[in-house]
């Protein structure tokens, strides 16, 4: 075990690997080429499944605490309720959705990673790699300019949906991209007379807009533009259409963050080539839907490292490791159909099918 593990990327996926090798006394290294986490709300959405993960490697309370408990789901046509979702169905411990931004999100799993011994080396990229039979050797680029060349015993991309590992690997990305555009805005939102810790989403003629907590007064704001292209929002632009689609009498103010978004349903169909495997954005990505984009890069990472742990402690023979790929495989493309379907229903515009 001389030779570490090198996670490529330090988003919430490359995180949860590094801290999950880490907690199982794997070496670990883990990079990325940007200067700092990420200050943008971004994922916002942790599932049950992926607090029960966390409660069973022992540090879901930090999570817990930072976060907001969402119950249920509303749904409205203008001030009118259509229906409401509640999340006390769900067969777990944790009969909600926990509303935290990536921001957040990331910088309690670097916090828990360096009580493991472990740090994010950031502005070092990952340019070159060879993967030879008993090592990868990469070669790491630093902030002024000098080359590293390290043996890693593996090699993981957590490195995005433009992933530079799985680019140098040459797997396709295969997929496509769906004709509609959305708009987001991370907002400070008043006179909203619904819950203040539910999402909502509010059905129109024109299209949808949907209001996702993040914190006291503090709201995602996403609507739909159907085929227009993208462009990026400004302040007036998400207050008109709130106006236009919601219930009336909602006033955004103070946006930290404006953006907009296609979507992609790609992914790779083999998650591993030798000593290298791909993880979260870098092996699949889908329509923001139901918010499980985050979750499932996060679970693809909890289901390697206990893998790679038990071959690098020589408990298991390597044959273990082709499991990863058939059974993340077969939840991606669980995730995709389900994504699908709640994108179709979140772009009906029919009120007679919304009924």
């Known amino acids: 075990m001389s030779k570490p593990v090198l996670v490529i990327g330090a988003g919430p996926v490359g995180l949860t690997m590094a801290v999950e090798l ?7 290294r883990i990079v990325d080429k940007l200067p700092t986490r990420t200050m943008q709300s971004r994922a ?12 069973a490697a022992g540090y879901v309370e930090a999570f817990i605490a930072n976060g907001l408990h969402a119950k249920a789901l509303g ?37 828990y990673l360096k009580t493991l011994g472990g740090t994010v080396e950031r502005e ?44 140098q690997l040459g797997l396709a990305f295969e997929g496509n991209t769906l004709p509609v555009s ?13 819950p203040s810790d539910e999402p909502a989403l509010f059905w129109h003629h024109d299209g949808a807009v949907m209001l996702f907590p993040i914190s006291q007064g503090r709201y995602r704001v996403i609507a739909d533009l159907g085929l227009a292209p993208l462009h990026m929002p400004n302040l007036e632009k998400m207050q008109a259409i709130m106006d236009q689609r919601g219930p009336g009498g909602i006033t955004l103010s103070d946006p930290v963050w404006l953006s907009d978004f296609g979507v992609n349903e790609r992914k790779v169909r083999e998650y591993r080539k030798g000593r290298v495997f791909l993880a979260g954005d ?19 990472a909890f289901n390697l490292a206990w893998k790679l742990a038990l071959v690098e402690q020589q408990k298991v023979k390597p044959f273990l490791l082709d499991s990863y790929s058939i059974e993340r495989s077969a939840v991606a493309r669980q995730i995709f159909s389900d994504s699908r379907r709640m994108t179709k229903v979140v772009l009906l515009k029919s009120r007679q099918l919304q009924r």
Not at 44 to 55: C, D, G, H, V
Not at 283 to 295: D, L, T, Y
């Open 124 to 167: 070092t990229e990952l340019t070159d790699f060879v993967d030879k039979k008993d090592g990868v050797f990469c070669t790491l680029t630093h902030k002024e300019g000098e080359s590293e060349t390290l043996e890693a015993a593996w090699l993981i991309g957590c490195d995005g949906a433009h992933s530079f590992v799985r680019s």
């Open 182 to 194: 959305f708009v987001l805005a991370d907002v400070h939102v008043s006179g909203l007379s619904i």
């Open 44 to 55: 916002l959405a942790i599932w049950p499944r992926t607090l029960e993960l966390l409660q």
């Open 282 to 300: 870098a092996v699949h990505i889908h329509s923001p839907a139901g918010g499980q984009g985050m979750n499932m890069g996060m679970q693809d």
């Open 22 to 28: 880490a907690r199982y006394g794997v070496p670990v």
């Open 75 to 111: 749904i409205y046509w203008g001030n009118k309720p259509l229906a409401r979702i509640p999340f006390k169905t769900i067969s777990s411990c944790f009969k909600y959705v926990l509303m935290l931004p990536q921001s957040e999100t990331e910088r309690l799993l670097e916090e």
